[in-house]
């Protein structure tokens, strides 16, 4: 087994093992995010089983997808949204995890082709007070879910967030709880909502712990990260 195999299955393992200290508690996907590693990783990821993979670049991404897109795989854009690339990102990925603004979620919405799936959409809250990190308030993400009820090309899944880094179990915790809740509330309120994307390679037990349902693992998979 090679490098690349025998790391994701120590991932897998991780998970598997995080999960079994709840009761109760359901696997989350485990997304593989590929950006800045060649289309032969990937490719032999995939034929170890992994289909969702997670891009944050645009150009790169949209590369790849075409490069790959014999093999059915998942796409999600995970990176910032520039608005002026949300017509590619609504044209070739299943799932954006990163809207954090009105005016991008309308031309996601706008641009999405006719013949495919609605858009499969999770909005990015800010967790702490970091001033650097994007993402919607709290108030901003009812808002935006809200607003993501009239859009015909939208569904709105849930809710994303990349919390400040600690190294500490409890305060990863106490930042991956409060999207947790948000999330719970939106759940509550509409019934598309069923995915929560939190938990990266640092915080991938604490984000188990809290109830994520979707982790996105990069460098503890892939190593690091190598192009251009
Ligand atoms: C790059 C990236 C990841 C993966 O990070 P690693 O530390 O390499 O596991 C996860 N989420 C987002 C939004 C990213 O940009």
Redesign the pocket.
């Known amino acids: 087994m090679g490098d690349l195999i025998c790391r994701y299955e120590q991932v897998k393992l991780r998970i598997k093992k995080a999960v079994d200290q709840v009761a109760g508690r359901q696997r989350p996907l485990l997304l593989a995010?590929s950006?800045k590693h060649g289309l032969d990783k990937i490719q032999q990821l995939v034929a170890a089983g992994q289909q969702d993979f997670?891009e944050?670049y645009v150009q790169e991404g949209i590369a790849k997808i075409g490069q790959l897109q014999d093999l059915a795989l998942i796409w999600h854009f995970?990176?910032p949204i520039q608005s002026n690339k949300a017509k590619q990102i609504a044209a070739h990925f299943a799932w954006v995890?990163?809207v954090d603004r009105l005016k991008v979620l309308k031309l996601l919405n706008q641009h999405r082709p006719n013949t495919a799936a609605p858009l499969n959409v999770l909005l990015q809250i800010k967790i702490g007070d970091e001033a650097n990190k994007s993402g919607a308030s709290y108030a901003e993400v009812m808002q935006l879910a809200a607003q993501a009820q009239q859009l015909e090309a939208i569904n709105l899944r849930g809710l994303?967030c990349?919390p400040p880094a600690s190294d500490d179990f409890e305060v990863q915790c106490q930042y991956l709880q409060q999207a947790k809740d948000v999330f719970d509330e939106l759940a509550a309120k509409y019934p598309s909502v069923d995915t929560l994307s939190m938990g990266?390679?640092?915080d991938l037990a604490a984000a188990i712990h809290t109830g994520t349902t979707l982790v996105?693992?990069?460098?503890?998979i892939?190593g690091a990260?190598e192009l251009d």
């Not at 996105?216 to 503890?220: I, K, S």
């Open positions: 995010v950006k997670g944050s995970i990176g995890h990163s994303m990349i990266m390679s640092g996105r693992v990069g460098t503890d892939f990260r």
